[in-house]
């Protein structure tokens, strides 16, 4: 099995990304599934995008990919990009089957991550949208919300929440594909408001849609 954790902002460049990949299932069993990764990185490379593979950690033992770019935005595009790519090997079983599950309708959820209190303040609310999109093998990511109301760092974390749990998680345990993600509203504090909120709203408002939606497996293929 391949797992994906994106981390947080790179500590020595807020225009770097690490992407921490466990590849250890795969590596020998599944080649083909690792030279898809490598090409992604490759066509992000040709179009100026830094990312690439660095030595796997000494006592996680997994790799990292690291994502650069000149701007947020272009960060958020690679980092799905490569995150499909990943969705689509894991997505296999050890035969070489296929499994994914996708939302049969749309489903609409809010989510109040409030708590302020000394020392421990919080504040996000988020309003998520997921539509089918009949794309089969993509899980696309959007934002409808207009910056002054959630500022553009904090609208990412949200939809990077999201998308980790659709993806890490998945319908019992199958990742959930073909599904537009659609950030249609939310509330940000000027001083009790942190990223991290925002990303842990976006996971409460994915594992809400999972337990409440409806999901249905698509065929094995």
Known sequence: MM?????????????LRVCIVDTSAIVDERPAEMQRLSDALACLHTEGILAYWQAPHPR???ESILIGAESHSLIEQAQNRLINEMLFALSFD???????????????HE?????QAPGAERFAIVRVRVEPSFTADRLQCLSYVEREQIALEFQCDALRGFQDTLFCAGYRG?????VNVLLVGGVEHLVDSRPGNFYSAGRLAAGHMLEHGRLRYLEPE
């Open 60 to 62: 996680l033992g997994v």
């Open 111 to 115: 989510v109040r991550f409030v708590r």
């Open 174 to 178: 199958v990742p959930v594909v073909g």
């Open 94 to 108: 050890g035969a070489g089957t296929l499994y994914r599950a996708t939302f049969d309708a749309p489903f609409e």
């Open 3 to 15: 797992h994906l954790t994106i981390d947080e902002t790179h500590h020595l460049d807020p225009l």
